[in-house]
């Protein structure tokens, strides 16, 4: 069983206010080579981290390159997972360190492969993500609560919060660490039991 679980995240957060990030932006095509999760961190967003592709280079003014801005939420603009469907842009912000993205849209398929993946995203109003903004621009040591079991995302020194949507069964399988079959595995008890009591 998955020793990974999501409840309660508090951190600061990294700020991508760009519109409509696609997949290949997120890892770019030529990293797939690879079929394990692991590695595919260092090539986040790799074009823009880097000119040249040159890890010696890094771009100052893109954002995971200034040390300002860290933590384990990545908050970004409208549209976030947009283009192919590769699983490995979850795995790249996952490898990387990143917990919750926050945005006010995300593909439906990219949706699906973070969540498959214990990467939470956080679907809030477009007034709300631009409070979000604000708030880690105006001070970079901001911290936003994640509260999975009630499903709101909070900023903490002014009390600002905001409900979110999440499917009930990927929320029991982020809060218990399972996967399709661990989760599976976790009905065995109550399986047996409905047998038992219906035994003819």
Not at 103 to 113: L, P, R
Request: some cysteine; proline content about 4%.
């Amino acid at each position: 069983m998955s020793k990974r679980t999501i409840r309660h995240i508090v951190s600061t957060a990294v700020p991508l206010p760009i519109e409509n990030i696609d997949t290949d932006q997120i890892i770019p095509a030529r990293f797939l080579k690879a079929t394990t999760r692991e590695g595919f961190g260092k090539n986040l967003f790799r074009d823009w981290r880097y000119e040249n592709d040159d890890e010696n280079k890094p771009k100052k003014d893109f954002v995971l390159n200034n040390p300002l801005y860290k933590g384990s939420i990545l908050v970004a603009g409208k549209n976030f997972g947009c283009g192919s469907s590769r699983e490995h842009a979850a795995w790249a912000l996952v490898d990387y360190g990143f917990q919750v993205v926050v945005s006010s849209f995300f593909a439906d398929i990219f949706k699906n492969n973070a969540l498959n993946n214990f990467l939470l995203p956080v679907q809030v109003s477009d007034a709300f993500l631009q409070r979000l903004f604000d708030a880690i621009y105006q001070d970079p040591n901001t911290q936003i609560e994640v509260d999975l079991p009630q499903q709101q995302l909070r900023l903490l020194a002014t009390g600002e919060a905001e409900y979110f949507d999440i499917n009930l069964y990927k929320k029991e399988c982020l809060l218990n660490g399972y996967d399709d079959i661990d989760y599976l595995l976790s009905l065995d008890a109550a399986i047996t039991a409905y047998e038992k009591a219906n035994e003819k």
